[in-house]
Structures are given as structure tokens and as C-alpha cells.
């Protein structure tokens, strides 16, 4: 019975890594630079999940991260604006206005869905806990 309830924690764990991770993508969407000042547009992070680490008995339960990982996948350029301090100086993107691949849209999206996994998680170890409680009494 504690099986079900480690998937649920475990479920609700990597969901609120989800939110963490697409909140921080939402929060740098438009940070072009980078410590230095240099143009460096942030790249999205998004998170890669796997089955959880194997019991004592060796079932697998639940989820774990298994990574945050950079999506290095390109910005589209922004507008030309040459005069721009953000503009990229030299290159093949010279005079465009840098700009991240964070999709607000998508990291709405993500979040919503992180929310409600979440969610269905705690449904999930309410459910375990009551049929538990129940299993208890009728013991008693």
C-alpha cells in the first residue's frame, strides 16, 4: 500500500518541477543578455522525466526528473533594427533584434498541465489514504 502512496508523492514531485521550470521559462523570456552584457538570448529549459527508482522488492513506482534540459532549438529573429542596443552586431542575424525561443503561449500551456497532474496526484494519495483508513477499520 505505501507503493501508492510513493507514486503520488513522486508524481507530485516532478510536476512541481514542471511548474518551476516553465514559471522560470514564462520570468526569462525577455532576458537577451547575459551577466557580461553580452547578447546571449535565454534558452528554454524543459524537463525529461523516467520511471522512478526501483524499490526494495525491485518494482519500479512512481516518476522521478531525470533532467532539465536547454532546449537549443533557434529564436527566430526578432524585428531590424540595426540602431538597436540588442540588435546582433556581426554575423548572419547582424542588425535583428535578439530575442529568446521561450513561446509564452506554450509555457502557459505547460504550466496549466503541470497544475493539473499535480492536482490528480493529490486526488490520488486522498484516495490511497481513504482506502487505507477503511482497510484499518475494518481490522479493528
Same mark, same amino acid.
Given at each position: 500500500?505505501?507503493?501508492?502512496?510513493?507514486?503520488?508523492?513522486?508524481?507530485?514531485?516532478?510536476?512541481?518541477?514542471?511548474?518551476?521550470?516553465?514559471?522560470?521559462?514564462?520570468?526569462?523570456?525577455?532576458?537577451?543578455?547575459?551577466?557580461?552584457?553580452?547578447?546571449?538570448?535565454?534558452?528554454?529549459?524543459?524537463?525529461?522525466?523516467?520511471?522512478?527508482?526501483?524499490?526494495?522488492?525491485?518494482?519500479?513506482?512512481?516518476?522521478?526528473?531525470?533532467?532539465?534540459?536547454?532546449?537549443?532549438?533557434?529564436?527566430?529573429?526578432?524585428?531590424?533594427?540595426?540602431?538597436?542596443?540588442? =540588435?546582433?552586431?556581426?554575423?548572419?542575424?547582424?542588425?535583428?533584434?535578439?530575442?529568446?525561443?521561450?513561446?509564452?503561449?506554450?509555457?502557459?500551456?505547460?504550466?496549466?498541465?503541470?497544475?493539473?497532474?499535480?492536482?490528480?496526484?493529490?486526488?490520488? =494519495?486522498?484516495?490511497?489514504?481513504?482506502?487505507?483508513?477503511?482497510?484499518?477499520?475494518?481490522?479493528?
Amino acid at each position: 500500500m505505501y507503493g501508492a502512496f510513493d507514486i503520488s508523492t513522486s508524481g507530485m514531485i516532478a510536476q512541481r518541477t514542471r511548474l518551476e521550470v516553465a514559471t522560470a521559462n514564462i520570468t526569462n523570456q525577455n532576458a537577451v543578455l547575459d551577466a557580461n552584457g553580452n547578447i546571449n538570448p535565454y534558452k528554454r529549459r524543459t524537463v525529461l522525466l523516467a520511471p522512478g527508482e526501483p524499490a526494495r522488492d525491485g518494482q519500479t513506482f512512481g516518476v522521478k526528473v531525470a533532467a532539465i534540459l536547454i532546449d537549443e532549438s533557434p529564436a527566430q529573429p526578432g524585428e531590424f533594427n540595426p540602431d538597436s542596443p540588442l =540588435a546582433y552586431k556581426s554575423g548572419p542575424l547582424a542588425g535583428y533584434v535578439a530575442r529568446t525561443n521561450v513561446s509564452p503561449v506554450i509555457e502557459q500551456i505547460n504550466a496549466l498541465e503541470a497544475t493539473r497532474a499535480y492536482e490528480a496526484n493529490v486526488m490520488a =494519495a486522498e484516495a490511497t489514504k481513504q482506502m487505507t483508513a477503511a482497510g484499518l477499520r475494518l481490522l479493528a
